[in-house]
């Protein structure tokens, strides 16, 4: 059942984000041959403003892309389970577990794939801007590949990789937990929705600067910081992973309760 779920899910999500990722590239391919032009036409006003304008329709494409791919699937989650669409989603032969990893994984491809389209983009942009100079950055990290072996860079991307994606799925299922939470209620489910997760925003955020400030001072006074470079960062990147593992196992467990025994669609 989870496949016909996400089959059904990847339909009705595409309609919407493939002419996204068309806008994208139309803005990405005018701003590269803007720049690529802009020195060899006459230094005239209406070509400046074009230019400014075609600029800011690249950053706000940019951004763009991230947000919608973002509220689409946070309102998917909500429309199918908490309005009136709910009522023949919890009848399908499907768990509890299986209607959320549908949203999830869905969400998860393709926030995978706005990130490749955008940082595609940026990379084609920064490669045609004529006053921005790549030779530093490609000497700083040919410095750090000649420092690292081959085990210690594979590292990196492997913890990279898992802060990523367990940060995403962090920021999915707060969002679904919010919202499970506040239609558990009988009235104001949306009110509800948004300051159960404004509580979930501020707590965790209190939580991260307390936690930061007691490790930083914990580990100067260990003398933490005065060893091996790799190996505090190696430190730091697991126990950043294993926090996001912890609160995306949390807001996993709220969401199915409250899917599973709580839910009031009435």
């Known amino acids: 059942?989870?496949?016909?779920?996400?089959?059904?899910?990847?339909?009705?999500?595409?309609?919407?984000?493939?002419?996204?990722?068309l806008l994208l590239a139309a803005s990405t391919?005018?701003?590269?041959?803007?720049?690529?032009?802009?020195?060899?036409?006459?230094?005239?006003?209406?070509?400046?403003?074009?230019?400014g304008l075609v600029i800011a329709a690249f950053v706000i494409t940019i951004i763009g892309a991230g947000l919608v791919?973002?509220?689409?699937?946070?309102?998917?989650?909500?429309?199918?389970?908490m309005t009136d669409e709910g009522y023949l989603m919890f009848t399908l032969p499907a768990t509890t577990g299986q209607?959320?990893?549908?949203?999830?994984?869905?969400?998860?491809?393709?926030?995978?794939?706005?990130?490749?389209?955008?940082?595609?983009a940026l990379a084609l942009a920064v490669t045609v801007i004529p006053f921005v100079d790549l030779s530093g950055l490609r000497e700083t990290?040919?410095?750090?590949?000649?420092?690292?072996?081959?085990?210690?860079?594979?590292?990196?991307?492997?913890?990279?990789?898992?802060t990523?994606?367990?940060?995403?799925l962090r920021t999915f299922l707060m969002f679904y937990a919010a919202i499970a939470l506040g239609h558990s209620f009988a009235n104001h489910k949306i009110l509800l929705s948004v300051v159960f997760y404004i509580g979930f925003s501020i707590a965790l955020q209190t939580a991260t600067s307390f936690g930061?400030?007691?490790?930083?001072?914990?580990?100067?006074?260990s003398d933490f910081f005065s060893g091996d470079p790799l190996i505090w960062t190696h430190t730091l990147s697991v126990l950043s992973i294993a926090a996001a593992l912890v609160l995306t196992a949390?807001?996993?467990?709220?969401?199915h309760f409250c899917l599973k025994k709580r839910l009031n669609l009435q």
Not at 1 to 21: N, Q
Not at 29 to 51: E, I, Q
Not at 69 to 81: D, E, H
Not at 164 to 168: E, Q, S, V
């Open 29 to 51: 391919g005018l701003f590269c041959l803007t720049m690529l032009l802009s020195d060899k036409g006459p230094d005239l006003w209406a070509l400046s403003v074009f230019r």
């Open 1 to 21: 059942m989870l496949s016909k779920l996400l089959k059904h899910e990847f339909r009705a999500t595409a309609r919407i984000l493939l002419p996204v990722y």
């Open 164 to 168: 990523a994606l367990f940060g995403t």
């Open 69 to 81: 791919t973002l509220a689409l699937m946070v309102y998917r989650f909500y429309k199918n389970y």
């Open 99 to 120: 209607l959320i990893w549908s949203k999830l994984i869905v969400a998860m491809v393709w926030s995978v794939i706005t990130f490749l389209a955008v940082a595609a």
């Open 141 to 162: 990290l040919d410095y750090l590949l000649s420092q690292l072996s081959g085990g210690q860079i594979a590292a990196y991307i492997a913890e990279g990789a898992a």
């Open 250 to 255: 949390v807001f996993y467990l709220v969401t």
């Open 212 to 221: 930061g400030v007691f490790g930083i001072i914990s580990a100067a006074e």
